[in-house]
């Protein structure tokens, strides 16, 4: 089975920054992309930036030049600085990673995984 953990989010005020973290853990064969995403109350969930296996990225407009994505593949991890935070970039951030994984007697499934995601709060 896979695992998606994020970790990082917090409370942070106007114009500060956190990173977020996200591992994917088991008998993964191969990831492709990897993305942060979020959801704010009342609000549709939202791609913040996806990152590729080759590391082309891709950003919403809201955030680029302040956010960053980047991923280190031997560790199967994907972090988001995130710098100059402003109120509304308040949010549940979920990871998400489209991968293989090795199921046991010669069998492969690929799939799109999340986690459970963390909240970030930025206060004004």
């Known amino acids: 089975q896979v695992q998606v953990v994020e970790s990082g989010g917090g409370l942070v005020q106007a114009g500060g920054s956190l990173r977020l973290s996200c591992a ?8 492709n992309d990897m993305g942060w995403h979020r959801q704010a109350s009342g609000k549709q969930r939202e791609l913040v930036a996806s990152i590729s296996s080759g590391g082309s990225t891709n950003y919403a407009d809201s955030v680029k030049g302040r956010f960053t994505i980047s991923r280190d593949s031997a560790k199967n ?8 935070l402003k109120p509304e970039d308040t949010a549940v951030y979920y990871c998400n990673a489209d991968l293989t994984y090795y199921s046991g007697r010669g069998t492969y499934y690929t799939g799109d995984y999340w986690g459970q995601g963390t909240q970030v709060t930025v206060s004004s």
């Open 77 to 84: 991890t994907v972090y988001l600085q995130m710098n100059s």
């Open 24 to 31: 994917a853990s088991g008998s993964i064969f191969r990831i």
